[in-house]
Every structure is written in structure tokens, then in C-alpha cells.
């Protein structure tokens, strides 16, 4: 039984992965601790998760229209495919209290810094648990809308921060240690190029399943360019001093003043933040949601949702003791801890499904 | 926390006739889970005791095992 029926187009779908993976850097910026080389480390993370991402596309391409949890079930049988999905969904679970928490803390530190976190927490996961319940493609169709919002806004930014931009501080180029650089790389490709394994229960969903690998690399590529773009022109607008910045990027819009009269521009900022924010934890929960209620053979997927999504929104709430403390955890350990989940689960079911030669000769096309 | 109380017996409300008259027990018993381990969340923060902060625990482990990961990043 097929618990989604809704059925989304290739642009839809390129735009909510760009939306996904812009998502947690637009507030986090990864990264800015190699300085000035941060968008080298971007661009290998790029070129890495390129690479990884082939795996998923070759798994859709075994299984088309399977998700996930279908194609571990399928290739690993009953226990240890459960087993599979289960450590699969509690990454997703996982990530959207961590993405939820990101957006929030922000919101919290920045906008309403007297209002309790469990309140920010409870407003915040409440229109996503919608989204989610009325299904992917009103999802899709939302995401277009708030992804086109900010490219938008990216394009106003960047114009308007032309005449703070400083190309020296792209200099000197290329002086942090390479294993330095090569492990900023990985943390680059491990969050948030890599997080787009959860499409894994999206792209199955796609009307034309012949383009699921134009999909992907759409996505990630022009997902990559906007997340390099918006760290360069930190690095022209900051420099060195990006680092010592909570939300850099927030900072960096915060001092467009253009002959006093365009300035203030911080308030979109913050509306991009909380829209991309609601974007991404929307898509984490829906997929949590279709994962779980796939995995344990429900009739509907909808149900779920409303616990789930306070659950996700309790355990964001027990993440983290501060902010700092977040940024401890990403720039740190988040690739070794992301990095079995988003690379390793995927390249260990299609090496099952290589090696039982699945799928094998099936009746429907 | 009395916000995420109301949600979670909004959902029992809601829900849980919905399971027992399609007699889905598979689902309902999910659902359950679900519910039952956000009660228990929410009554342990109501109560005021000390957070577990899972990352911090996750970043602990990952550090201990991994040492070297302080001076490359």
C-alpha cells in the first residue's frame, strides 16, 4: 500500500534541495574557522559530496519508486533491514531537532530573547507538523515559493553589500594547512551536502523517475554554488573577523547602509532564516514521519506526525546546554557522527543489492 | 511545557479513536510510543531536573574516540 500518492516535478524538486541544503548554513556558516580558505573547504566538500551522492542516485536507479526503508526491507530482509532503517530514521529524527534548534536558537538570541526556548520550539515545529500532514507535494509547491523568496533576497543582499566587499581579504590565499583544510572539507561535505540523503525517501516521488540523477545534481550543484557564493561574500564583507561572530552572515547584512536611506535590511535576514529554517525541519519530519509509519506497515503515515513533531521539538530542547555548544558539535564531530548515516547506510545497501543482484527480474516495469 | 501537554492530548484525542475504529493496531501502537516518550520527556523537563543534552553526550564520546579531531578543526 502506497501511504504517499502526491506526485512532484524535477523543478519543484531542485528548488526544495537548494532550499534544504542553503537550509542550516545560511545561520551556522560553516567553515569560517579556516578563514579566509572557508570557501576552498566549501568547494571540496562540494566535489566530495558529488561524488558520494552518486551511490543514492544508483540506488534510486535499482529501485525505482522504492524509498529507503522499502529498498533496506527488500535487499536485507525483515530483521536486519528493519535494523538499517531504523538507525536511518533516527539520523533524520535526529537532524531535524538539530536543524529545528539552529533556527531557533537564532530566532530566540536575535528577535525574542526574553521568550522562554519552549515556547520559540513549540511555535516553531507547529507549521511544520502542518506542512508535513498535508502531504509532499504541498511541501514542494510551498518550498517553491520560499526558495525563489530567497534567492530573491540573496540577489538584493548581494548587490547591496557591493560596496563593502574587499577582495583582500581573500588573501593570503591558500595558507591553512592542508590536513587542516582537507578535514574542513569533510565537515563541509558531511553538513550540509550530505544531509541530502533524506531525499532517498522524497525522489521515489518524482513523476519522471528517469530523472531522479538530473534531480540530485541540479540540486546539489546549484545548492552548492548558493552556499560557496554566500560564504565568499562573508569573507569579503568580514574577513577575519567572521569568526568572531555567532551568526556572521546575520552580522554581515546587519551593516548595509547605503546612504542612510537602505538599511535595516537585518529583518529579512531573519524572515529568510525562519523560511528556510521551516523548509528544511518540514521536510526532516515528513520523511521521519513516511519512514516510521513505512517501517512499521501503518495505514497512514498523518498520524504520526503530531507526536513525532513534539518529540523532535523535546529533544531540540535537550541538544544543547547554549548556543556555543552547537557550534562545538558541528564544526567538530557532526562529520564523523553524520558521516555513517548520510554515506555509509546508502553505499552498504547497494553494495547488499550488488551483491544479491537485486532487483533482480521484476514483473512490473 | 503546559503548550506541549495540550498537543500531546489534542493528538490522543484526535487520534487514537481513529486507530481503534480501523482497528489498526499496528499504527496505534507506533502512535503510542511516540506519544508515551514525549509525556515522559515533558513531565522530566516539568519537573526541573537536570537536561541530559544528548549532543553533548554524542560530542564527549566522539572526542574521547577520536582525539585528533581537536587540532584539525
Known amino acids: 500500500m502506497k501511504l504517499e500518492k502526491g506526485r512532484i516535478g524535477l523543478k519543484g524538486t531542485v528548488l526544495i534541495m537548494i532550499g534544504y541544503i542553503y537550509g542550516s548554513t545560511a545561520i551556522l556558516s560553516p567553515g569560517v574557522g579556516v578563514g579566509q580558505d572557508a570557501w576552498v573547504a566549501q568547494t571540496i566538500g562540494l566535489g566530495l559530496a558529488l561524488i558520494v551522492v552518486w551511490v543514492n542516485t544508483l540506488l534510486l536507479a535499482r529501485f525505482p519508486g522504492q524509498t529507503f526503508i522499502e529498498i533496506n526491507e527488500r535487499v536485507f530482509g525483515p530483521y536486519a533491514g528493519k535494523f538499517i532503517s531504523l538507525l536511518f530514521l533516527w539520523y533524520i529524527f535526529h537532524l531535524g531537532s538539530i536543524v529545528l534548534i539552529d533556527h531557533l536558537d537564532f530566532v530566540r538570541l536575535m528577535i525574542i530573547p526574553l521568550t522562554p526556548a519552549e515556547v520559540v520550539v513549540f511555535l516553531g515545529i507547529l507549521p511544520c507538523i502542518y506542512a508535513a500532514y498535508k502531504g509532499l507535494e504541498v511541501i514542494v509547491r510551498t518550498g517553491q515559493v520560499l526558495v525563489v523568496f530567497t534567492l530573491l533576497y540573496f540577489g538584493l543582499i548581494t548587490l547591496f553589500q557591493v560596496q563593502s566587499y574587499d577582495f583582500a581579504n581573500f588573501k593570503p590565499f591558500l595558507v591553512t594547512p592542508f590536513p587542516k583544510l582537507a578535514w574542513a572539507g569533510l565537515t563541509a561535505a558531511s553538513f550540509p551536502y550530505l544531509e541530502t540523503v533524506v531525499f532517498l525517501m522524497i525522489l521515489p516521488f518524482l513523476n519522471q523517475q528517469n530523472k531522479v540523477r538530473v534531480a540530485v545534481y541540479l540540486g546539489l550543484f546549484f545548492g552548492g554554488l548558493v552556499v560557496i557564493w554566500s560564504i565568499m561574500r562573508l569573507i569579503l564583507v568580514l574577513g577575519d573577523t567572521a569568526v568572531n561572530y555567532v551568526y556572521p552572515s546575520y552580522y554581515a547584512v546587519r551593516i548595509i547602509n547605503i546612504a542612510e536611506l537602505l538599511n535595516r535590511f537585518e529583518i529579512l535576514a531573519a524572515m529568510n532564516y525562519i523560511m528556510i529554517g521551516f523548509l528544511k525541519v518540514t521536510v526532516l519530519l515528513y520523511a521521519a514521519g513516511l519512514g516510521w509509519a513505512q517501517l512499521c506497515k501503518c495505514q497512514d503515515y498523518r498520524p504520526l506526525l503530531l507526536p513525532l513533531g513534539a518529540l523532535m521539538a523535546l529533544v531540540s530542547l535537550n541538544n544543547f546546554e547554549h548556543v556555543v555548544g552547537n557550534f562545538e558539535f558541528t564544526t567538530q564531530v557532526y562529520s564523523i557522527y553524520a558521516l555513517p548515516f548520510s554515506a555509509g547506510l546508502p553505499f552498504l545497501v547497494l553494495v547488499g543489492a550488488w551483491v544479491r543482484g537485486l532487483p533482480g527480474k521484476v514483473k512490473n516495469k | ?73
Do not use: C, Q
Open chain 2, 1 to 73: 511545557m503546559i503548550l506541549f501537554y495540550g498537543m500531546l492530548i489534542y493528538s490522543a484525542l484526535r487520534e487514537m479513536p481513529r486507530y481503534i475504529k480501523r482497528k489498526d493496531w499496528r499504527g496505534g501502537g507506533i502512535f503510542a510510543f511516540f506519544w508515551l516518550t514525549a509525556l515522559a520527556i515533558s513531565i522530566y523537563m516539568s519537573l526541573g531536573f537536570k537536561r541530559p543534552l544528548l549532543n553533548r553526550i554524542i560530542y564527549n564520546f566522539i572526542k574521547e574516540m577520536f582525539p585528533f579531531i581537536t587540532k584539525l578543526s
